[in-house]
């Protein structure tokens, strides 16, 4: 037996009787086009280690493991476990950890290797497992992610620019982040209302502190939770006109206009003044 002679993904998902669940932001990305695509834009292959959140029925999975790259797949969906099984029976580079992706130890299944994430992300939990995997104590080798649009426009766009926000300042702090591929909806399994992208992010090899990270959050929570407002309005609880001044930045300017550099500053100061 090998993954070519396992049955379609479509035909899996018809003899386990199994559907997408609302609940679990679920999408089927059953194009093998897609799959294959995303597979080569994640740079990986034989020896790699890939950890995937949310593999579904496998479609992505079958990708990347037809890339040599041993992967470990994270589902918290029980269902699906007997399907995956049938493609770890065939494929000894596939280990399933069943669990809640929000809540796992990376660290732990990364097993002190370098690990690249690659996923079809869920949507309904797609930014806070973002946060999670470049705020949080690992940091994976990179990221290759897709997320509705929108989200992806939040994470890629900069000062100035419609989507540009917390996200965005939180990711191109940590990564460099490129928008690598553009999924229309109709290539998803029930189709969503949105469309999708796919998002590459390199982590920065001199990527904030853990203090400094936390302190930009903070920072660009109160900046961005009043965004209309000027910096001095804004972050008048954090300091106010001499934070802003002790930054270097303009008390009247807006949060959405302010580079990521900026925020950094602004932590930094806000750091110092405590």
Same mark, same amino acid.
């Given at each position: 037996?090998?993954?070519?002679?396992?049955?379609?993904?479509?035909? /899996?998902?018809?003899?386990?009787?199994?559907? /997408?669940?609302?609940?679990?932001?679920?999408?089927?990305?059953?194009?093998?086009?897609?799959?294959?695509?995303?597979?080569?834009?994640?740079?990986?292959? +034989?020896?790699?280690?890939?950890?995937?959140?949310?593999?579904?029925?496998?479609?992505?999975?079958?990708?990347?493991?037809?890339?040599?790259?041993?992967?470990?797949?994270?589902?918290?969906?029980?269902?699906?476990?007997?399907?995956?099984?049938?493609?770890?029976?065939?494929?000894?580079?596939?280990?399933?950890?069943?669990?809640?992706?929000?809540?796992?130890?990376?660290?732990?299944?990364?097993?002190?290797?370098?690990?690249?994430?690659?996923?079809?992300?869920?949507?309904?939990?797609?930014?806070?497992?973002?946060?999670?995997?470049?705020?949080?104590?690992?940091?994976?080798?990179?990221?290759?992610?897709?997320?509705?649009?929108?989200?992806?426009?939040?994470?890629?766009?900069?000062?100035?620019?419609?989507?540009?926000?917390?996200?965005?300042?939180?990711?191109?702090?940590?990564?460099?982040?490129?928008?690598?591929?553009?999924?229309?909806?109709?290539?998803?399994?029930?189709?969503?209302?949105?469309?999708?992208?796919?998002?590459?992010?390199?982590?920065?090899? +001199?990527?904030?502190?853990?203090?400094?990270?936390?302190?930009?959050?903070?920072?660009?929570?109160?900046?961005?939770?009043?965004?209309?407002?000027?910096?001095?309005?804004?972050?008048?609880?954090?300091?106010?006109?001499?934070?802003?001044?002790?930054?270097?930045?303009?008390?009247?300017?807006?949060?959405?206009?302010?580079?990521?550099?900026?925020?950094?500053?602004?932590?930094?100061?806000?750091?110092?003044?405590?």
């Amino acid at each position: 037996m090998s993954l070519e002679s396992l049955p379609t993904l479509r035909e /899996a998902l018809e003899s386990h009787g199994l559907w /997408a669940k609302k609940a679990f932001g679920q999408h089927f990305l059953l194009d093998l086009n897609v799959t294959r695509k995303i597979a080569r834009l994640a740079q990986v292959g +034989d020896g790699d280690h890939v950890i995937e959140v949310g593999p579904g029925p496998g479609g992505l999975t079958r990708a990347l493991l037809e890339t040599g790259a041993k992967v470990t797949a994270v589902e918290k969906d029980e269902r699906f476990r007997p399907l995956l099984q049938e493609v770890a029976d065939v494929a000894p580079n596939l280990t399933l950890v069943f669990g809640d992706a929000l809540k796992v130890d990376e660290a732990q299944i990364a097993g002190g290797r370098p690990a690249h994430l690659v996923s079809n992300l869920p949507y309904n939990v797609g930014t806070p497992l973002l946060i999670k995997w470049l705020t949080g104590p690992w940091t994976p080798a990179s990221l290759t992610l897709m997320f509705q649009r929108e989200v992806a426009d939040r994470i890629t766009e900069g000062p100035g620019e419609d989507a540009y926000g917390r996200l965005g300042v939180i990711v191109q702090a940590t990564c460099r982040a490129q928008r690598v591929l553009d999924a229309p909806a109709r290539a998803f399994t029930p189709p969503p209302k949105v469309d999708s992208a796919v998002v590459r992010l390199e982590p920065l090899a +001199d990527r904030p502190s853990a203090q400094r990270l936390d302190a930009l959050q903070k920072i660009t929570a109160a900046a961005f939770g009043q965004r209309r407002k000027m910096l001095r309005s804004s972050l008048k609880v954090m300091g106010g006109e001499a934070l802003i001044v002790a930054a270097g930045l303009d008390p009247q300017a807006r949060a959405e206009v302010v580079p990521v550099a900026g925020f950094l500053a602004l932590a930094d100061a806000w750091l110092a003044l405590r």
